[in-house]
C-alpha cells in the first residue's frame, strides 16, 4: 500500500497532493493494483514521481509504503534514495551505454548469487533473451524501454514508478508495451503509479486513475467510475467529453430531472448530488448522440442543421447547432450511417440523447 500527502512550492508552482490505495471493498489496495497520475503537461505529475522517490525534498507531508515511513516532514524522516526499494522508470530509457542488456538489467542486483537466475527470467518475460549481449545503442526504442522496466523490478522494488514510459513509441510498439506492462501488472504483487496524459494509455492500463491540474487533485477513483461517470467538469474535459453546457435543474421527478439548457429542456438521469433550482453542468458524449427518426416526438429528441462534418478514423464528427440559440452539438456516428442517412452540411436533422447516457457534474 502506498499513501502519501505532498507539499512542495516552485517558483509560481504549488504542489498539494494526498492519496492512499485502496481497492474495491475499502481495504488497502495490493497486488496488481495501477494507478495513473492522468493530466496536462505541467499539472505536477513527474514532480509527485520524484517527490514519492526521493529526488525531490517535499517542503510539508509523509510518504508511507507498506506502513513504513519514507518520509515525513514533521518527524525528521528521508529516507535516502538508495534505500527506498523503489523502481523508476523513465521517459528517456536512461539505460548504460556502455552496459549490454544483460549486465543493464542485472546492474541493480543487491544478491548476486541469484542474479543470473533472475535476469534471465526477465530477458524471457520481456522477448530480450536474444538480445542480451546487445548495447543500447543497438536497440530500438520499445527494447530500449523493456530494458529500463526490466531493470527496475530486476532489484525486487516495493513500489514502481512508470514516468511516461511510452510516449517517445510509435502507435505499434506502444500497444505491444502495454500488454506487456498489463501482463507485468498480474505478475508483481507491488503497486505501480504510471504517469501519462495519453487518455487510452490511461483507460488500458490503470485500475485507479487520479485527475490532476495545477498541482491538485480535481477528482480520483476506479478506472469505470471515472470514465463513465465523471463528478466533476474539468475531469470530463480531460476526458474528451464534447458537449458540456452549464444547465438548471428545474423539476426532479422519480425516475429523472428536467434540466434547462439555454432555454431548452432536457432530461437526465437522477444524480443524488443535486436537487431543484441547482446549476450543474449537463455533459454527454458524441458517442452517445444518435440519430432519431424524423417523425418520432420522444424526450430528449431535437432538430438541429449540420454545420460541418470531420472524418475521423471510424467515425464522422459532425457538428450540429441550433438555429435558435448559440448552442452547439458534436455527435459521432459510425461512417456507413452517416452515409445511409445522407447527412450533408446544411441538412436538418433529428437526433436523440439517451437521459441514461447524461450526466450531470459540478
Do not use: W
Not at 181 to 198: Q, R
Not at 219 to 230: A, D, T, V
Amino acid at each position: 500500500m502506498i499513501e502519501y500527502h505532498l507539499k512542495k512550492k516552485l517558483s509560481d508552482f504549488f504542489i498539494d497532493i494526498e492519496f492512499s490505495a485502496y481497492n474495491k471493498k475499502g481495504t488497502t489496495a495490493s497486488g496488481d493494483h495501477l494507478t495513473v497520475l492522468f493530466g496536462p503537461s505541467g499539472t505536477g505529475k513527474s514532480l509527485t514521481l520524484n517527490m514519492l522517490s526521493g529526488i525531490i525534498i517535499p517542503d510539508e507531508g509523509y510518504i508511507r509504503l507498506n506502513g513504513d515511513e519514507l518520509f515525513n516532514k514533521e518527524k525528521g524522516i528521508n529516507i535516502p534514495i538508495r534505500k527506498r526499494k523503489i523502481g523508476y522508470v523513465f521517459q528517456e530509457y536512461s539505460l548504460f551505454p556502455h552496459l549490454n542488456v544483460y549486465e543493464n538489467i542485472a546492474y541493480g542486483i543487491n544478491n548476486r548469487s541469484d542474479a543470473d537466475e533472475k535476469v534471465r527470467k526477465l530477458l524471457e518475460l520481456f522477448r530480450l533473451d536474444r538480445k542480451e549481449k546487445k548495447y543500447p545503442n543497438e536497440l530500438s526504442g520499445g527494447q530500449k524501454q523493456r530494458v529500463a522496466i526490466a531493470r527496475a523490478i530486476a532489484s525486487d522494488p516495493k513500489l514502481l514508478l512508470l514516468d511516461e514510459p511510452l510516449s517517445a513509441l510509435d502507435e505499434r510498439i506502444r500497444e505491444k508495451l502495454q500488454q506487456d506492462l498489463l501482463k507485468l501488472k498480474s505478475i508483481l504483487s507491488i503497486p505501480i503509479i504510471y504517469v501519462t496524459h495519453n487518455l487510452q494509455e490511461a483507460f488500458t492500463l490503470a485500475d485507479h486513475i487520479i485527475i490532476l491540474n495545477d498541482g491538485r487533485i480535481v477528482e480520483s477513483g476506479e478506472k469505470h467510475e471515472i470514465f463513465s461517470n465523471p463528478r466533476k467538469r474539468l475531469t470530463a474535459k480531460f476526458l474528451g467529453v464534447k458537449n458540456i453546457f452549464p444547465c438548471r435543474i428545474i423539476e426532479t421527478f422519480k425516475d429523472c430531472f428536467l434540466c434547462s439548457v439555454e432555454g431548452i429542456k432536457i432530461k437526465t438521469g437522477i444524480d443524488s448530488r443535486f436537487n431543484k433550482g441547482d446549476k450543474a453542468f449537463l455533459c454527454i458524449k458524441p458517442r452517445d448522440v444518435r440519430l432519431s427518426d424524423y417523425d418520432k416526438t420522444e424526450d430528449n429528441s431535437l432538430t438541429l442543421s449540420v454545420d460541418h462534418i470531420i472524418s475521423l478514423e471510424k467515425t464522422n464528427r459532425i457538428f450540429l447547432k441550433f438555429s435558435e440559440t448559440k448552442l452547439n452539438l458534436i455527435m459521432d456516428i459510425e461512417k456507413f450511417i452517416c452515409e445511409k442517412s445522407d447527412i450533408k452540411i446544411g441538412d436538418k436533422v433529428t437526433i436523440l440523447l439517451d437521459k441514461e447516457r447524461i450526466f450531470l457534474t459540478e
